[in-house]
């Protein structure tokens, strides 16, 4: 079905930050599977773990215990402040979780309080209950009338969650750093007055840090950039490092389901957790996070040089690998065209903005080269 607008190539390898097409052309990817492929492609520690979970234990459903879903539950909460995990295999499906989840607090809470807010450019699934707590009327429009119980308001704008707030509220629902909707930075202090706004209303905070997480912005989880906590935090793309996994955390006091109330069939695959088991071990013995924070500065630094030598580059901001260029125009596609013409791969976040976010493992060369090609890029535009 056609979905979405696809970039006329077909990939059949990728080795590191590496790619190749079925004629051989070899690509930088500055994409990494829409921020997924966190150690790069094929990375050996998760072909390990696959190939030997693969021998051992595919799939069990979920009335059983399995070795590699309580290994990556233990390893998630002792690196993080939440206490409980609900394993699935989306962020959409994440996120859906967190929202039941959240329901199931305003029913037994707060006298059947359901109504969740979210927050203008945000991005949260395309199920239909996350197409309405996106934040974009663009996802909206072709499915109208959409589930009850999301209120969009401005984000970075804690007036506009309080004005929304009202006795029906049970949660408030944001990105870390809003990834989809171009890369926007919070406000020094906002995610803090969200956080601090939900204590004061024993509503709950909710963090997606469905693209943030796992290493991207520079720390294990974005959250502790901004020293909050929330109650309910959403993982998905980075976790498994290339394979399919969700993750809904909550604290032990939030965690309000009963047997029966939520489930998933695939959720929690023995496969799919021991890769990433594998990857995020990885990246925390390793401290991956660290060196996303180096490459981060040293690659906007790039960045910035370009947008001195090129007028119409209008900004750059990021957090870790996240990062987008902004042009005074929209001339996004035009050179995301001409990049892969010369073996970069990037992605159009919006008509006038591109978005960066390599595998958390690139060197310092592969910046370089990066640059030089989009610099020869701009030149010609
Ligand atoms: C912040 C955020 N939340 C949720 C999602 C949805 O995740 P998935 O595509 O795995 O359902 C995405 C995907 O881009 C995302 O960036």
């Not at 979905?3 to 004629?23: C, E």
């Not at 707060?110 to 663009?138: C, E, P």
């Not at 007055?193 to 204590?199: G, K, L, T």
């Not at 901004?226 to 935090?233: G, L, S």
Request: hydrophobic share 40%.
């Amino acid at each position: 079905m056609r979905t979405g607008t696809r970039v006329p190539l077909t990939l059949v390898r990728g080795q590191g930050a590496w790619v190749w097409d079925d004629q051989g052309k070899q690509y930088l990817d500055f994409v990494a599977g829409w921020a997924v492929n966190s150690l790069g492609h094929c990375p050996p520690v998760v072909v390990e773990a696959l190939e030997k979970q693969a021998k051992t234990l595919i799939q069990a459903s979920n009335q059983f215990y399995t070795i590699p879903q309580l290994e990556l539950a233990q390893l998630l909460i002792d690196n993080c402040c939440l206490d409980r995990v609900f394993f699935c295999n989306s962020g959409a499906e994440a996120n859906e979780g967190a929202i039941k989840l959240a329901r199931r607090y305003g029913k037994l809470k707060l006298d059947g309080a359901y109504q969740v807010i979210t927050t203008y450019s945000s991005f949260h699934g395309r199920t239909l209950a996350m197409t309405a707590a996106t934040g974009q009327n663009k996802f909206h429009e072709p499915y109208t009338p959409l589930p009850d119980g999301f209120i969009n308001v401005e984000y970075n704008d804690i007036a506009a969650i309080k004005k929304a707030s009202n006795e029906q509220t049970c949660a408030i629902i944001l990105e870390t750093v809003q990834g989809e909707g171009g890369v926007n930075i919070p406000d020094s202090g906002y995610l803090k007055e969200v956080e601090n706004w939900c204590r004061e209303k024993k509503i709950l905070f909710i963090l997606d840090e469905i693209q943030t997480g796992v290493g991207r912005t520079g720390t294990l989880f974005a959250y502790e950039q901004y020293h909050v906590e929330p109650d309910i935090m959403t993982l998905a793309k980075g976790l498994g490092s290339g394979v399919p996994i969700g993750a809904l955390l909550a604290k032990e006091s939030v965690s309000l389901f009963s047997p029966g109330e939520h489930g998933s069939t695939f959720g929690g695959n023995p496969l799919a957790c021991a890769a990433a088991h594998a990857a995020l071990k990885y990246i925390i013995e390793n401290d991956i996070p660290a060196k996303v924070k180096q490459l981060s500065d040293y690659f906007m630094g790039k960045l910035e040089s370009l947008k001195q030598q090129f007028g119409f580059i209008t900004g750059v901001r990021g957090r870790g690998l996240l990062i987008a260029i902004e042009f005074d125009s929209e001339i996004a596609q035009s050179v995301l065209m001409s990049c892969l013409d010369k073996g970069l791969l990037v992605n159009k976040v919006k008509p006038n903005a591109l978005r960066f976010m390599p595998p958390l493992i690139i060197t310092e060369k592969e910046v370089d080269q990066a640059i030089e090609i989009l610099k020869n890029v701009l030149a010609e535009k």
